[in-house]
């Protein structure tokens, strides 16, 4: 991602492995994304077990108002290759396969749109691995469980029509902490397959942020 790239040093501490709970490295960057704002990319490696994760946070605080993109998908070719930043307080829609995915099911991601879709394909596919291959029931004695399970199948097999480029959607990203992002292919002029949307946030969003009952005036009274 050369557009995005600066000479940024990269910061070394000390962590714990998700795994093993063992000592870990956690390597840490900053990176100045144009015309959007400073994100922290996180990468945590264990030495024993040879666990990794990464994870992407803002770099700034929470926005005033929350944030609504919509890409509207008109050139496979294009759209699967922009660079897409998903906050931890953000979720997917993607309407015409009527899939949500809340704002815990992937975290903070940093990757492309193809890589976005991969990762909510993954996901999916993860819930009940067993509603798939040999393990799905063929003798016709399908229970509400198993028609959830072909449900589920469905979408993750039209999930990868798009992924593949033979299907085109539209992509909500939904951020009440308005940290995500979706590259602008044509900035720094406007871009007609992206809609951006500011909304006030509601008394739970902002119980859920944690900043519902937040001090900001007369703090150094309190």
């Known amino acids: 991602k050369q557009w995005y790239q600066r000479r940024v040093a990269i910061t070394a501490g000390e962590a714990l492995c998700n795994a093993c709970g063992r000592d870990a490295v956690c390597n840490m960057k900053q990176v100045d994304i144009p015309f959007f704002k400073k994100i922290l990319l996180m990468a945590n490696v264990c030495d024993h077990c040879g666990y990794k994760d990464s994870e992407v946070k803002s770099a700034g605080g929470i926005s005033e108002h929350g944030q609504r993109i919509t890409l509207t998908m008109t050139d496979a070719g294009m759209d699967l290759v922009r660079d897409i930043l998903k906050s931890e307080t953000a979720k997917i829609h993607i309407p015409e396969l009527d899939l949500t995915m809340t704002s815990g099911c992937l975290g903070g991601r940093f990757t492309t749109v193809e890589g976005m879709l991969e990762n909510v394909r993954d996901q ?10 040999d393990s799905a ?4 004695t399908e229970t509400a469980e198993d028609e959830g399970k072909d449900g589920m ?10 992924i593949r480029g033979e299907r085109l959607v539209k992509i909500v ?7 995500s992002f979706i590259q602008n292919l044509y900035a720094p002029d406007s871009d007609p397959n992206l809609l951006m949307e500011e909304y006030v946030r509601t008394d739970e969003e902002n119980d859920e ?3 519902k009952f937040m001090k900001t005036e007369n703090y150094e009274d309190s």
Not at 137 to 140: A, C, I, L, N, S
Not at 153 to 162: D, F, G, P, T, Y
Not at 173 to 179: H, I, K, S, T, V
């Open 124 to 133: 999916l596919s993860s819930i009940n691995p067993f509603s798939f291959g």
């Open 137 to 140: 029931p063929t003798d016709g």
């Open 173 to 179: 990203l939904d951020d009440p902490a308005g940290n």
């Open 209 to 211: 942020l944690g900043i």
């Open 153 to 162: 199948k469905n979408v993750i097999s039209q999930l990868e029509a798009v």
